[in-house]
């Protein structure tokens, strides 16, 4: 495992830039977490949204946790795609970081279950 003290990882400058792009553009299912996770809403925790981690962005990031959630859509059940997830999911693990993954429709037809489960997981911590 590889010790990085800051909660970027080394991201780079492109990364950030990406980073801020994707802040405009959040899809549905992002929209609704997020607005469950901003603003300490969560058990006092600090959420980031497409955080820069290493040559990665997150979807949601918990430094106190070092925990990334992921939402996947449709193209995450493409074979190349969920290879390409497999091995950034074993990079950022690699990093110390825990990863909860949900599927875009949970986090809008179920969303107090994704709640319960992040909380869930913070709580154990």
């Not at 997830?85 to 950022?92: A, F, M, S, T, Y």
């Not at 599927?103 to 107090?112: F, S, T």
């Amino acid at each position: 495992m590889v010790k990085i003290d800051n909660m970027y990882y080394d991201s780079i400058s492109f990364t950030f830039q990406k980073a801020e792009e994707l802040r405009k553009h959040m899809t549905k299912a992002e929209i609704i977490l997020w607005e469950e996770l901003r603003n300490k809403k969560l058990l006092d925790l600090k959420f980031r949204r497409q955080h820069p981690i290493s040559r990665f962005i997150a979807d949601f990031y918990c430094h106190k946790y070092k925990l990334v959630i992921e939402l996947d859509g449709e193209i995450h059940l493409k074979k190349d795609v969920a290879i390409n997830d497999k091995n950034r999911e074993e990079e950022i693990k690699n990093l110390g970081i825990n990863i909860l993954r949900f599927k875009n429709n949970e986090v809008i037809n179920n969303l107090e279950s994704v709640l319960q489960q992040i909380s869930n997981f913070c709580i154990a911590q």
